[in-house]
């Protein structure tokens, strides 16, 4: 499976706890017991994946966020979701889904 089409879900949804403050959310993993502050795009992708309960890929991904914004930028957007998908990877606030 290509990396694009590789569907991502977050923990267990029980497990986080957020807030947003200023357009900056904070949130609560009480698996690994951390709290971490994300920017505007990764609270917008962390809300989607928790919305995305099936799990969504990065262009699925990318063309929700897209639809609040007047960049049209592609490339852009797949890279920087492909990066917070890898922070959120690192984080535990979220994982590949299985096949």
């Known amino acids: 499976m290509s990396e694009s089409a590789q569907r991502w ?3 267990p949804t029980e497990a986080l ?3 947003e ?3 900056e959310v904070v949130v609560h993993n009480a698996r690994s017991g951390s709290t971490h502050l994300l920017e ?3 609270g917008e992708v962390l809300r989607a994946l928790v919305e995305g309960r099936s799990g969504m890929s990065v ?3 990318v063309v929700r966020l897209r639809e609040s914004s007047a960049d049209d930028d ?3 957007w797949f890279g ?10 690192r984080l535990g606030l979220a994982e590949p889904k299985a096949p």
């Open 9 to 11: 879900q977050t923990v």
């Open 21 to 23: 403050f200023d357009g």
């Open 80 to 89: 920087a979701v492909e990066r917070v998908l890898a922070e959120f990877e």
């Open 59 to 61: 262009p699925d991904l």
């Open 74 to 76: 592609f490339a852009e």
């Open 40 to 42: 505007p795009l990764a």
């Open 17 to 19: 706890a957020w807030r």
